[in-house]
C-alpha cells in the first residue's frame, strides 16, 4: 500500500464522502442517512488517500441492530435504505437473528454492512478487510454480510475466501430487491470437512447451491474452472 494511503475511523470519515462513495461503488447503495446513522451506531473504516476518501469498510454488531429503540431509528430511514431493509426483512423472516440461532454462543457477531474500494487488483480491499478483522473480529466472534449471488461478484467473494469465509445460505430478499444474495460469513470457531463437491457459480446452478447449503455444506473457495467447492460444516 503506498505511504500516501492510510486507514481511517468513523471520527476521519465525513458522511457526504462516504455516501458520494457508496453511490459509486456499491449496490444497492446506502442513503446519506443511513451512512449518518452508520458512522454513529458502526465501526466504519475508511481508505485515504492524502484526503480523498477511496475506500470504505461498513459493520455494526447484532446486539445494536436488534435493540428496538435502534430499530426505531433505522426504520425511520428513507424506504430504499438497504440498512432499513434488511431490519425489515428480520422482522418479516428472522434474517439477521437466524445467524445466532445457527451460530451459538459467539461473544459478538458483526454484521458487515459493505465493503468497496476504487481501485481493483491493487491489493486495497485485501487490506481494508484484513485491518477491519483485527480490529473488530475476535477469537470468539462472527462477521457476516450479503453479496448479490451473481458471477459479476467474484472479486468479492474471492475476498472473503482468502481470509477462510464461507458461503452459508442463499437469501432470498435480504434487501427487498427480490435477488437472491449469498451470506458470507467468517467465522474463528468454525471446522470443514475436506472438499466433497463444487458446483459452476451460474444462475443455472443456483438452486442446487441452494440445496448443498440447506443441508450442512459450506462454498468455501472458487476454483480455476469457475466451480464453486464445497466443505461440510463439522460443528457450529
Do not use: C
Not at 488517500?49 to 470504505?56: M, V, Y
Not at 433505522?74 to 437473528?97: C, F, G, H, M, Y
Not at 451460530?103 to 468497496?116: D, S, V
Amino acid at each position: 500500500m503506498a505511504k500516501s494511503i492510510r486507514i481511517v475511523d468513523n471520527s476521519q470519515i465525513n458522511p457526504k464522502e462516504a455516501y458520494k462513495l457508496e453511490q459509486k461503488l456499491l449496490q444497492p447503495s446506502e442513503t446519506e442517512e443511513g451512512v449518518g446513522l452508520l458512522l454513529e451506531l458502526g465501526n466504519l473504516l475508511g481508505l485515504k488517500d492524502q484526503n480523498k476518501l477511496i475506500g470504505i469498510a461498513e459493520s455494526v454488531t447484532l446486539d445494536v441492530l436488534l435493540n428496538p429503540k435502534i430499530q426505531k431509528k433505522i426504520k425511520s430511514l428513507p424506504q430504499d435504505s438497504p440498512l432499513r431493509l434488511i431490519v425489515e426483512e428480520d422482522a418479516a423472516r428472522n434474517t439477521l437473528a437466524d445467524v445466532k440461532k445457527l451460530y451459538p454462543g459467539r461473544e459478538n457477531y458483526h454484521y458487515g454492512h459493505g465493503i468497496a474500494v476504487e481501485s481493483r487488483g491493487a491489493g486495497m480491499g485485501t487490506k481494508l478487510l484484513a485491518e477491519r478483522l483485527r480490529k473488530l473480529v475476535g477469537e470468539n466472534d462472527l462477521l457476516f454480510g450479503y453479496t448479490l449471488a451473481n458471477p459479476a461478484n467474484i472479486a468479492l467473494l474471492n475476498l472473503y475466501f482468502k481470509f477462510g469465509g464461507v458461503i452459508d445460505k442463499v437469501e432470498n430478499d435480504a434487501y427487498g430487491s427480490g435477488q437472491p444474495y449469498f451470506r458470507v460469513v467468517l467465522d474463528n470457531r468454525a471446522a470443514y470437512s475436506d472438499p466433497r463437491t463444487r458446483l459452476p457459480l451460474t444462475e443455472w446452478y443456483l438452486s442446487k447451491i441452494k440445496l448443498y447449503l440447506s443441508v450442512g455444506f459450506v462454498g468455501t473457495r472458487i476454483d480455476e474452472d469457475g466451480f464453486l467447492v464445497f466443505k461440510r460444516r463439522l460443528h457450529p
